[in-house]
């Protein structure tokens, strides 16, 4: 076993922790997904009777003793066609209309192919990972 000069834990200890700990952290996000799961189903359900109470009553809100309900539109925009939304982001400078995000594998990837083109303001967030697997059990 190796031993590391920083510290005298060794890597087959500090790796055998890291997975038990990633195993751990798996089984309670399951388990926390699975929990949360019938909240969400009971939460749309309850929505749902609410917005045919309000419908029904030709309302955009109502008021309780203890709650306010307000009915609303909620729009999601889904582009089949990126091109013509880009040429529309691009024809009317309306970069506010996507999100502020970049692709870090995409971007990565870019720079390394033109390096000249680093972008002002573009700041990277830099760290050493490390990737821990369990072997495959021998036969």
């Known amino acids: 076993m190796e031993e590391s000069a920083a510290t ?43 917005i045919q109470i309000m419908l029904a009553d030709n309302t955009t809100s109502m008021s309780t003793e203890k709650t306010v309900v307000i009915k609303r539109v909620l729009k999601r925009y889904n582009p089949t066609n990126w091109e013509a939304v880009y040429r529309l982001v691009d024809k009317h400078k309306a970069y506010g ?24 303001g573009l700041n990277v967030d830099s760290r050493y990972a490390v990737t821990v697997k369990r ?5």
Do not use: G
Request: hydrophobic share 30%; proline share 4%.
């Open 8 to 50: 005298s834990e060794t890597v087959d200890d500090l790796s055998t922790e890291y997975i038990r700990i990633r195993t751990e952290r798996e089984v309670l996000k399951e388990k926390f997904e699975d929990v949360d799961k019938v909240f969400e189903q009971q939460l749309a359900e309850i929505e749902h009777k609410l």
């Open 97 to 120: 209309l996507l999100h502020k995000r970049i692709h870090d594998t995409n971007m990565k990837d870019f720079l390394e192919e033109h390096p000249d083109e680093y972008p002002e």
């Open 135 to 139: 072997k495959p059990a021998s036969i």
